[in-house]
């Protein structure tokens, strides 16, 4: 079997698996956590006179919606990393 096209099949498979369940995945991750962002500063912004729970709750929201969108930006790098590893293009 010629490696060649050994490995032009396990790269369209790849390829096929990324863009078909990774990427989705990652996008509606990275949705949830703009979702849960906007969230703790709408809350924020409700509860401005609030003290104690309430505005640390917010306060929690909003960093952990910063924590998980900088984690998805950081998945998009590892997959473009990958991608040009195995030598198929990115997704995005």
């Not at 969230?39 to 709750?57: M, S």
């Not at 917010?58 to 969108?69: N, P, V, Y």
């Amino acid at each position: 079997m010629n490696p060649t096209a050994t490995n032009t099949a396990i790269a369209a498979s790849l390829s096929k698996i990324v863009s078909v369940i990774v990427v989705p995945i990652v996008e509606l991750v990275f949705a949830l956590a703009v979702v849960f962002f906007v969230w703790g500063a709408a809350g924020l912004i409700l509860n401005r006179d609030a003290t104690g729970d309430k505005r640390k709750q917010s306060f929690d929201h909003i960093l952990w919606g910063i924590i998980g969108m900088f984690i998805m930006i950081g998945c998009y790098g590892i997959i473009r990393i990958i991608a040009a590893t195995i030598g198929v293009s990115a997704p995005f």
